[in-house]
Structures are given as structure tokens and as C-alpha cells.
């Protein structure tokens, strides 16, 4: 296993990554449709929003997997929207560098917390945020109608 490079960028990501990233991107929603979850657009540059921070993970110039945070205008703490490693890189210790990463991208900045969310089905992803010592502090509920 490589160490992962984070690039971070605020006010959208480099064009030449938006490719690769919409790969990711699918993957990311094909994962999470079986939990129930739809995507508003498939169009990446409609989800690029200019007032979010992004980090995107490297793995010998690949982009491999990537976090967009949510920042707060005091930025007191940093939410992980969302937070995705390629399916074939998963299993291999590069979720858990990229939170590292995450963590300190988020510490630099003045952030004194990180959060992150996850549907309760995904006990894989639960696993690695309680073992990197994230603690569950709510939890939502919803009734189909």
C-alpha cells in the first residue's frame, strides 16, 4: 500500500480530475441506493459546490477516493458529507490514512471537531469510524409514508 496524497481545494476541484471523480461519485450512490438513498443529479458539475472543501485522495497520481466537507462560517467543526474510497481500494487501510488526513487537513484550519454521518445498514463503514474514534452522538429515524 502507497501513502495516500491528499490535494485539497476549496471553490471546486481541478478539471482534470472531474472524470475520475464522477466515476467515484457513481459509485458512491450505486452503494448507497441499496439503503434507500437517490441522487438529486448525476451531473458532477452540479454537485460541486463552490462553498464546500474538498479532498481528494491520490495514489500514485490516481485519484482513489475523496472527501467534501461541509465547513460552518465559524468553523468550529468540519461535517464529512461525503466520504468515498474506490470499491477495488477498500480493505487495504486507505480509508483510514484519508481520515487521518481529513483529521488534520480539519485541525490546521481551527476545527475543533469532525463529524461524520453513515446509514446505520453500512456496519462496515461504522466499524472504521468507531475505530478511529469518531462516537455515535445522534441518531435519525424515518418512517416510510
Request: glycine fraction near 8%; avoid cysteine.
Amino acid at each position: 500500500m502507497e501513502m495516500l496524497i491528499a490535494t485539497t481545494y476549496r471553490r471546486g476541484v481541478g478539471k482534470q480530475y472531474l472524470e475520475e471523480i464522477s466515476a467515484l461519485r457513481r459509485e458512491f450512490y450505486d452503494f448507497h441506493a441499496q439503503y434507500g438513498m437517490v441522487p438529486d443529479s448525476n451531473d458532477v458539475k452540479d454537485w460541486w459546490r463552490a462553498d464546500d472543501v474538498y479532498q481528494l485522495f491520490l495514489e500514485n497520481g490516481e485519484v482513489i477516493g475523496y472527501i467534501r466537507f461541509q465547513v460552518p462560517e465559524k468553523r468550529e467543526y468540519y461535517y464529512i458529507h461525503t466520504f468515498v474510497i474506490a470499491e477495488r481500494m477498500r480493505g487495504k487501510g486507505y480509508g483510514r490514512q484519508a481520515l487521518a488526513l481529513a483529521r488534520d487537513y480539519a485541525k490546521k484550519q481551527g476545527a475543533a471537531e469532525l463529524a461524520i454521518g453513515s446509514e446505520y445498514a453500512n456496519k462496515r463503514a461504522w466499524g472504521l469510524y468507531q475505530s478511529f474514534g469518531f462516537h455515535i452522538e445522534y441518531v435519525g429515524v424515518k418512517k416510510d409514508l
